[in-house]
């Protein structure tokens, strides 16, 4: 097995395939990472219910084969979970997990030699607040009633508990302000090649549909992952067929399009630039979460942002928030993490893209795509 | 391998925000997104928490024990001051155990509040809040709080029923950034309310009984509807269980404390150094802690019990949302019971709980049906405000806790600093009672002659205390 080579595979554990997302492949692949001692421990979600679930590093291979299953109104991040601890862990990734992971990794809190990131194609995930209020006003079913949920045809399905499919267009969803994160409508990292192994739906043609998964192979660990995982009797692969092949490719084509359309809908030139800002931080409370959560800022408590910043200040702006603005201008990866937990809803995603998307694109750098060295790393400073 | 992790309820307030405790050497606040108070979203004091639950060690006169141990002594001192113990519990801790430690508080309970001055017939409207979704869509809010600094999870809700057309206005001695409009609270004849208007004010053990029931009379008059927040994270557990049971106000015990009456205090879960003044803590014989984290205030005995975030039970917010604490611990049961002389059950007590709120399940998405019984006209006499300058303090979760914060600083206005020719970057001097200070300031649109601090400052009466400003 080596880089580049694509399968469709499923696990061989009925129950984990049928709970799965798809095939179930990832989970068995954690898990057998886990038995064969590739890894020391295994990162995945810890189902609540449809709408919750905690992240856990766990060494337990029954927790990690009850992590079967995609939850798509759960957006959390791995990359500070896993950060500063130095572990030989493997986990399941979306693709701005992956960024996160390789930019803490490019500041030394991640040792990637050791991190075995499995990719998850990922067309989008929701918060759940959202999608509790959505259920009951767009689709006017009880959130309580749900038992799962697919997306098909730009269709948003959901499955209650008396069988019925209830389905509503995503478009529709988004127009009225539901649907997916705003941040992942404008994400264009559909496939995670950067990661060490992607996985996704995408791709799987016939009779396998819903019942296995398609991994492209990113890297030496990758490849490894996969072949101990076919070792240890964990899943079971084959070659994908060329009409499979060719539909994931033009998906993805397709939905980098709709990435691309929403960037250009939501990032309209302005005028008075800052007044904008100044406007839209009035409200911040200083609560430091959006520093804390922002998978790229590897700094621990002592950081030019909050070292700068006094709350006795009386600025029109806050040093903590230009400091900020400056130091993501390369380095945000656009999760939207800083959004979700915002206490006072400062759209802070759209704000930081605001800055780094000329930084990005002028620099040519987009950041955890690939070890390239962060461009501010870079900077001299003269004598 | 494998992480601790606690999904739990924010002790810093009321307003019921949930989220998780990581366990794994440090302690870690996580997001919890799916929170239907908060959404995930924490306010600075959230933030702060794994300062906050800093473990604190069960102690007999200054000497290490268990808790087992400690609640022992604890029983026999209590037993032997028989007549002069008072029990005290803010409420932050779950229904159950304020359930078992009115059991054995009956002879002399404290809440911290003033209900004995109320008119019985407000306690419900006090005591429950308005969901904040009907906050959200109301037509006028009308605030008698700083939602920036005293409960920030509120000011999303505000924001939002803006962009939905709601008016703002702010009776607040500081222009608030989201409101349309900014009365003065000597100005409050100006406040022009209606049927649509929402009144949010607050009520805790230094509330001016009288500001309370203006503000409810104004609510009263105006035919308006009116929510107080509460700054324990089971205020309104501990107020609809208790709503029946004879109470001493704060003053009350303070002033029994210092004639000698009472001779033994005994705290759960409640910080009393925001409380009760350091001279009278000194007159007691016996002084009690049995709480989850390490407190500034001195203690004869602690009876170190589990944090918040592990224990099992529930508690009520603000909305009157029932929630869960997530964790397993039933040690502060335990240690009530050794104090009570016999066992507490965890399910007994919960049942009761059930019953008495008139629920049969915990779901932390629905909020019970409350009877919002109208109460009647009701007589207030507010102090008129004095002319003079005043320092204010803006109670927060910081000041409740006593946890240190980057607040150290008064805010007034540019009126001010001219008047007393302030320098940029320097200093003030702040004199009262015979006490002076002397500390940094910022400017902000604040009243004339008025300081509003978010930390104490050590000199304060009260809530306003008179002062004298100069450079
Ligand atoms: C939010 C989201 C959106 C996705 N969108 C697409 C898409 O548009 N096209 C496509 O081809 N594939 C998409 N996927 C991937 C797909 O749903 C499957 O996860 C993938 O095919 C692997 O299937 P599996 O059965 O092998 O995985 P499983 O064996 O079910 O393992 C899934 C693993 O992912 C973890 N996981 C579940 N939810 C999340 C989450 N929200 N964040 C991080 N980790 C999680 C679980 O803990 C588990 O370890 C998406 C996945 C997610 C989580
Ligand atoms: S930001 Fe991109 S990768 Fe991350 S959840 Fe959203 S769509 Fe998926
Ligand atoms: S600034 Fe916000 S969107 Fe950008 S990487 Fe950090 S958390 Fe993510
Ligand atoms: S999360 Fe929001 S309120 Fe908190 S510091 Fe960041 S911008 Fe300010």
Redesign the interface.
């Known amino acids: 097995m080596e880089k580049g080579e694509m399968y469709v595979g499923w696990s061989t554990k009925d129950d984990v395939r049928k709970r799965g997302g798809s095939g179930g492949l990832v989970t068995s692949m954690l898990a057998a990472a886990l038995e064969k001692k590739l890894v020391?421990?295994v990162v995945v979600l810890?189902k609540?219910n449809e709408?919750?679930a905690?992240?856990?590093?766990?060494?337990?291979i029954n927790?990690v084969l009850n992590s079967a299953g995609s939850l798509h109104?759960?957006?959390s991040h791995f990359a500070k979970l896993i950060a500063n601890k130095n572990l030989k862990v493997a986990l399941p990734a979306k693709g701005c997990d992956v960024r996160g992971i390789i930019e803490q990794g490019k500041r030394n809190a991640i040792n990637l030699e050791n991190t075995f990131i499995v990719g998850l194609n990922c067309g989008g995930s929701m918060?759940?607040?959202v999608t509790?209020e959505m259920l009951e006003v767009m689709y006017k079913i009880k959130?309580?009633d749900v038992h799962g949920e697919e997306i098909e045809k730009g269709k948003l399905i959901f499955e209650t508990k008396d069988g019925k499919k209830n389905a509503i267009t995503i478009d529709e969803l988004e127009e009225k302000g539901y649907g997916r994160r705003e941040s992942c409508r404008y994400c264009t990292i559909k496939i995670p090649t950067n990661s060490d192994i992607a996985c996704g739906n995408w791709g799987v043609t016939g009779d396998l549909v819903g019942k296995a998964t398609f991994v492209e192979i990113n890297s030496e660990k990758g490849a490894r992952l996969l072949q101990n995982a076919v070792d240890a009797g964990y899943i079971q692969i084959q070659k994908p067929d060329e009409k499979g092949v060719a539909m994931r490719a033009k998906i993805k084509g397709v939905m980098e399009g709709l990435g691309q359309k929403w960037k250009e809908k939501i990032f309209v030139p302005m005028d008075n630039r800052l007044e904008y800002f100044r406007k839209e931080l009035?409200?911040c409370?200083?609560?430091?979460?959006c520093k804390?959560?922002c998978p790229t800022c590897s700094c621990g408590d002592v950081s030019k942002c909050t070292e700068y910043h006094?709350?006795?200040?009386?600025y029109k702006m806050s040093m903590y928030h230009l400091v900020r603005f400056l130091h993501l201008g390369d380095a945000c990866i656009g999760c939207g993490q800083c959004s979700?937990?915002?206490?006072?809803?400062i759209p802070l995603t759209r704000l930081y893209r605001r800055f780094a998307n000329p930084i990005q694109q002028e620099l040519k750098y987009e950041p955890g795509m690939d070890m390239q060295k962060p461009p501010y790393f870079e900077v001299k400073l003269n004598e | 391998m494998s992480d601790n992790i606690y999904s739990t309820i924010c002790p810093g307030c009321n307003f019921g925000c949930g989220l998780y405790i990581r366990e794994n050497g440090s302690l870690d606040v996580d997001f919890r997104k799916s929170s239907p108070a908060n959404a995930g979203k924490l306010c600075r004091f959230g933030m702060s928490l794994p300062k906050f639950f800093n473990p604190a060690k069960s102690m007999i006169d200054g000497v290490e024990t268990t808790m087992e141990e400690a609640a022992k002594e604890a029983a026999k001192r209590i037993s032997a001051s028989k007549g002069s113990v008072a029990f005290l519990s803010l409420g932050n801790t779950s229904n159950e155990e304020l359930l078992a430690f009115q059991k054995i508080a009956e002879s002399y309970l404290c809440t911290g509040v003033n209900f004995e001055a109320l008119p019985k017939d407000t306690y419900q409207t006090i005591s429950i809040g308005i969901p904040y979704n009907e906050i959200e869509a109301a037509k006028h809010i009308v605030l008698f709080i700083d939602p920036y600094e005293q409960y920030p999870l509120i000011v999303r809700r505000l924001l939002l029923a803006k962009t939905k057309g709601a008016k703002i206005t702010a009776v607040w001695w500081k222009d608030l950034m989201l409101a349309d409009e900014n009365i003065r609270p000597d100005d409050i004849s100006k406040l022009a309310l209606t049927q649509d208007s929402i009144i949010i004010s607050d009520f805790h053990p230094l509330s001016d009984t009288e500001q309370v029931k203006n503000v409810l009379s104004l609510a009263k008059n105006a035919g308006a509807k009116v929510t107080f927040l509460k700054p324990f994270a089971n205020s309104t557990g501990e107020y609809i269980i208790s709503k029946d049971t004879k109470q001493k106000s704060l003053a009350q015990l303070i002033d029994d404390i210092n004639k000698g009456t009472i001779k033994t205090l005994f705290a759960l879960e409640s910080d009393i150094a925001a409380l009760i003044p350091s001279d009278t803590l000194s007159k007691l014989t016996n002084l009690i802690i049995q709480a989850g984290q390490a407190s500034s205030t001195k203690a004869n005995i602690v009876i170190a019990h589990d944090p918040l975030y592990k224990k099992k039970g529930t508690v009520i917010n603000n909305e009157g949302r029932v929630q869960t604490l997530g964790g397993a611990g039933t040690n502060g049961l335990e240690a009530l019971g050794i104090i009570a002389g016999s066992k507490f059950d965890f399910n007994t007590l919960h049942e009761s709980i059930k019953k008495t709120i008139g629920i049969t399940a915990v779901d932390e998405f629905t909020i019970p049906k409350y009877d919002r019984p109208a109460y009647g006209a009701i007589q207030a006499a507010p102090k008129p405000v004095e002319k003079k300058p005043a320092l204010i303090d803006v109670y927060n979760p910081f000041m409740w806790f006593d946890l240190a914060d980057d607040n150290d600083f008064v805010e007034l206005n540019l009126n001010t600093v001219r008047a007393l020719k302030l320098l940029k970057g320097g200093t003030l001097k702040i004199k009262s009672n015979g006490s002076a200070l002397e500390k940094k300031f910022k400017v902000a649109p604040v009243q004339d002659n008025v300081l509003l601090t978010g930390k104490s400052m050590g000199i304060e009466k009260g809530i306003i205390t008179p002062v004298e400003i100069s450079r």
């Open positions: 020391d421990a810890k609540i709408f919750e905690v992240p856990i590093i766990t060494s337990d927790e109104s759960v957006p918060h759940p607040v509790r959130p309580e009035e409200h409370i200083d609560c430091g979460a804390t959560v006094s709350r006795g200040d009386a979700d937990v915002c206490p006072v809803d």
